[in-house]
């Protein structure tokens, strides 16, 4: 059963910009949060972005001034906005949700295991070239 359902990545040219959304399929009786995550090749699971709700939204530091991420409640739908793209940003993005926003910190921090989450996305490849 998917309960995340991402859109398709794509491939832009360095400098470039590329959104990201991932619709929440899950149970409407409760508020979920979402995070970003990506994996490139040969390298671990890294968080990218959260969105916390009332205790704000936060960023890796290899993207902060670049993405945004966003949360549409009435579309239940959350986006991670990328502009100035560098070839170290290609990875499969994967977003990520919870009901409970500090669980969802806790796995981007490290200190919970990421199936602890309600749900994950299948991810979109994000590939970005010199």
């Known amino acids: 059963q998917v309960r995340l359902v991402e859109s398709e990545g794509g491939t832009v040219q360095a400098g470039g910009s590329l959104t990201l959304s991932c619709a929440n399929a899950?149970?409407?009786?409760?508020?979920?949060?979402m995070g970003w995550f990506r994996q490139a090749p040969g390298k671990e699971r890294e968080y990218v972005a959260l969105?916390?709700?009332?205790?704000?939204?936060q960023y890796a530091d290899s993207v902060k001034g670049r993405f945004n991420i966003s949360q549409d409640n009435t579309k239940r739908t959350a986006y991670l906005q990328m502009n100035d793209l560098q070839p170290e940003d290609t990875a499969m993005y994967f977003c990520?949700?919870?009901?409970?926003?500090?669980?969802?910190?806790?796995?981007?921090?490290?200190?919970?295991?990421?199936?602890?989450?309600?749900?994950w996305g299948r991810g979109s490849q994000v590939t970005v070239s010199s």
């Open positions: 969105y916390l709700g009332a205790s704000g939204t």
């Open positions: 899950l149970s409407p009786t409760k508020t979920y949060y």
């Open positions: 990520a949700t919870d009901h409970n926003p500090s669980l969802l910190f806790a796995v981007a921090t490290g200190r919970a295991p990421p199936d602890t989450l309600a749900a």
